[in-house]
């Protein structure tokens, strides 16, 4: 997940007649996607397999977000009329509330991920600084996050977005390092060591290989989260035909990049030396293979990236709420603008659920990895949507009236997308789902305050029994945590 996409968009402070070429497209979803995750990819991969079980991995992600990018595809040329698509989507195919579900969970999902990046700051800086830092959630880091926090809010508010050159300082500063990190580990690369970590490595517990790929799951999903980056700015494209191909473009080089950063410190260094260093593990696999000025390289590319991916995903949460404001799927307040054309009010929403979860994780046991893999969770219920939606489109025939050959093909990538997002839920486990409906359950005040607005229904039938599930979840979720039985 993440960068500095929106940085680099139109955004809400936007006049409607700005709009995007392909490059820009392509550019948001290759932004979206190299972010904080990629950093930490070498660790989380080696506490849980060897490269036999990466390559498993990565093909297991790869294919279904490659299906799930062909979804996006497919959707943006054959359904133009919905903009907004990866909660649009969702409304259009399954009613309301679950439109309103999947607005809320890419919402709660961007706000988690803004979490997890003040933490890897911390972390980061408690490389250097372990005595003031440490892991990130100690009382001095969660200060120094709440005072950025609000310092990007406040010039946000002011317009700063619109500076546009800022993605391009922020790309290059987080490319470049991971580039010449690849080529550092090429360079340094050990056939003999590699070939010893291939099936597991020496010193690491025995683990089936189910369990080990099963293991990774959660931190390929959070790596990939951006491959929407182009649907959600779609009703800014030149053409929508490029939302589609960007999203193809993107996906396909930065795969090849998070690939890379993973399968080649298994060559310099023994797994169970990769899995021990810290976060973010890049630097310290890194470290291993040429030295201390290895590490400080890495460092620095994570703190401009993340600061970078702090402002993008900023204006994503704010985008999204203020575009479910316009659409009605949340209170109509949040589509409120200041004299900036900044909308005010989603944007203070955000910022102060973010500064709660940040004071949160200082009685998180593992606060780096637990605010990764819920961010992961929360962003998969609106892709399993948007994949649901494809399959249902390529079914009925909408949109594909001049190309009735596509119907066949496209059902058959959106069935596979929807079959892997299922999958992830269940490689992420009980524990996730139910913490996600613990935050799925108050939010749906939302949805009644906008339904009320609207003076409509509020359920139907069918949304009535998806509210009660995700009620008896929720306090179940509730009676884990007060009793100990689930720890974040």
Same mark, same amino acid.
């Given at each position: 997940?993440?960068?500095?996409?929106?940085?680099?968009?139109?955004?809400?402070?936007?006049?409607?007649?700005?709009?995007?070429?392909?490059s820009s497209l392509t550019a948001m979803v290759i932004g979206s996607m190299v972010g904080a995750g990629i950093f930490n990819l070498p660790g989380r991969f080696a506490t849980a397999t060897g490269p036999f079980g990466a /390559?498993?991995?990565?093909?297991?992600?790869?294919?279904?977000?490659?299906?799930?990018?062909?979804?996006?595809?497919?959707?943006?040329?054959?359904?133009?009329?919905?903009?907004?698509?990866?909660?649009?989507?969702?409304?259009?195919?399954?009613?309301?509330?679950?439109?309103?579900?999947?607005?809320?969970?890419?919402?709660?999902?961007?706000?988690?991920?803004?979490?997890?990046?003040?933490?890897?700051?911390?972390?980061?800086?408690?490389?250097?600084?372990?005595?003031?830092?440490?892991?990130?959630?100690?009382?001095?880091?969660?200060?120094?996050?709440?005072?950025?926090?609000?310092?990007?809010?406040?010039?946000?508010?002011?317009?700063?977005?619109?500076?546009?050159?800022?993605?391009?300082?922020?790309?290059?500063?987080?490319?470049?390092?991971?580039?010449?990190?690849?080529?550092?580990?090429?360079?340094?690369?050990?056939?003999?060591?590699?070939?010893?970590?291939?099936?597991?490595?020496?010193?690491?517990?025995?683990?089936?290989l189910v369990a080990q790929v099963r293991d990774t799951m959660l931190i390929t999903v959070f790596v990939f989260i951006g491959i929407e980056g182009a649907s959600v700015y779609s009703r800014y494209a030149t053409k929508r035909?490029?939302?589609?191909?960007?999203?193809?473009?993107?996906?396909?080089?930065?795969?090849?990049?998070?690939?890379?950063?993973?399968?080649?410190?298994?060559?310099?260094?023994?797994?169970?030396?990769?899995?021990?260093?810290?976060?973010?593990?890049?630097? $310290?696999?890194?470290?291993?293979?040429?030295?201390?000025?290895?590490?400080?390289?890495?460092?620095? $590319?994570?703190?401009?990236?993340?600061?970078?991916?702090?402002?993008?995903?900023?204006?994503?949460?704010?985008?999204?709420?203020?575009?479910?404001?316009?659409?009605?799927?949340?209170?109509?307040?949040?589509?409120?603008?200041?004299?900036?054309?900044?909308?005010?009010?989603?944007?203070?929403?955000?910022?102060?659920?973010?500064?709660?979860?940040?004071?949160?994780?200082?009685?998180?046991?593992?606060?780096?990895?637990?605010?990764?893999?819920?961010?992961?969770?929360?962003?998969? /219920?609106?892709?399993?949507?948007?994949?649901?939606?494809?399959?249902?489109?390529?079914?009925? $025939?909408?949109?594909?009236?001049?190309?009735?050959?596509?119907?066949?093909?496209?059902?058959?990538?959106?069935?596979?997308?929807?079959?892997?997002?299922?999958?992830?839920?269940?490689?992420?486990?009980?524990?996730?789902?139910?913490?996600?409906?613990?935050?799925?359950?108050?939010?749906?005040?939302?949805?009644?305050?906008?339904?009320?607005?609207?003076?409509?229904?509020?359920?139907?039938?069918?949304?009535?029994?998806?509210?009660?599930?995700?009620?008896?979840?929720?306090?179940?979720?509730?009676?884990? /945590?007060?009793?100990?039985?689930?720890?974040?």
């Amino acid at each position: 997940m993440t960068s500095s996409t929106a940085s680099s968009t139109p955004s809400v402070s936007s006049k409607s007649e700005q709009k995007l070429p392909l490059s820009s497209l392509t550019a948001m979803v290759i932004g979206s996607m190299v972010g904080a995750g990629i950093f930490n990819l070498p660790g989380r991969f080696a506490t849980a397999t060897g490269p036999f079980g990466a /390559l498993i991995a990565w093909a297991i992600a790869g294919t279904g977000m490659y299906m799930l990018a062909r979804v996006f595809q497919a959707l943006a040329e054959k359904r133009p009329d919905i903009d907004n698509g990866v909660f649009a989507y969702a409304k259009a195919g399954f009613g309301d509330y679950v439109g309103f579900l999947s607005a809320f969970g890419y919402w709660i999902g961007s706000v988690l991920g803004n979490v997890f990046y003040w933490v890897l700051i911390g972390t980061t800086l408690g490389r250097f600084f372990p005595q003031i830092f440490g892991d990130g959630t100690s009382v001095i880091a969660i200060i120094v996050s709440l005072v950025g926090v609000w310092a990007f809010h406040f010039m946000i508010l002011r317009g700063v977005k619109e500076a546009t050159y800022v993605n391009t300082i922020v790309t290059v500063a987080k490319i470049v390092p991971l580039i010449l990190a690849v080529l550092l580990f090429v360079f340094f690369f050990n056939y003999s060591q590699f070939s010893e970590n291939f099936f597991g490595g020496v010193g690491m517990p025995d683990k089936s290989l189910v369990a080990q790929v099963r293991d990774t799951m959660l931190i390929t999903v959070f790596v990939f989260i951006g491959i929407e980056g182009a649907s959600v700015y779609s009703r800014y494209a030149t053409k929508r035909s490029d939302v589609g191909v960007a999203t193809i473009l993107g996906f396909v080089g930065v795969t090849g990049l998070m690939v890379a950063i993973t399968l080649l410190p298994y060559a310099v260094a023994p797994r169970a030396a990769i899995s021990e260093v810290a976060n973010p593990s890049l630097a $310290g696999a890194l470290e291993l293979a040429v030295g201390h000025w290895g590490a400080v390289l890495i460092s620095i $590319g994570v703190l401009i990236s993340v600061l970078g991916a702090f402002l993008a995903w900023t204006l994503i949460c704010a985008e999204v709420l203020f575009a479910a404001g316009k659409s009605q799927d949340m209170p109509r307040l949040f589509a409120a603008q200041n004299s900036n054309k900044v909308p005010a009010i989603a944007l203070w929403l955000s910022n102060i659920v973010v500064s709660l979860f940040i004071i949160s994780t200082y009685w998180s046991r593992d606060a780096f990895n637990f605010m990764l893999d819920m961010t992961s969770v929360t962003t998969l /219920l609106p892709y399993l949507l948007v994949a649901a939606y494809g399959a249902l489109v390529a079914r009925s $025939g909408v949109g594909y009236e001049t190309t009735p050959n596509e119907r066949g093909r496209d059902q058959i990538f959106a069935w596979i997308a929807v079959v892997y997002t299922i999958f992830m839920f269940i490689a992420a486990g009980l524990k996730y789902v139910l913490l996600m409906t613990v935050l799925f359950a108050p939010g749906t005040i939302l949805y009644f305050w906008a339904r009320w607005e609207q003076k409509a229904r509020l359920f139907t039938p069918v949304e009535l029994g998806l509210f009660a599930v995700t009620l008896i979840a929720a306090a179940i979720g509730v009676y884990g /945590l007060a009793t100990g039985l689930i720890t974040p």
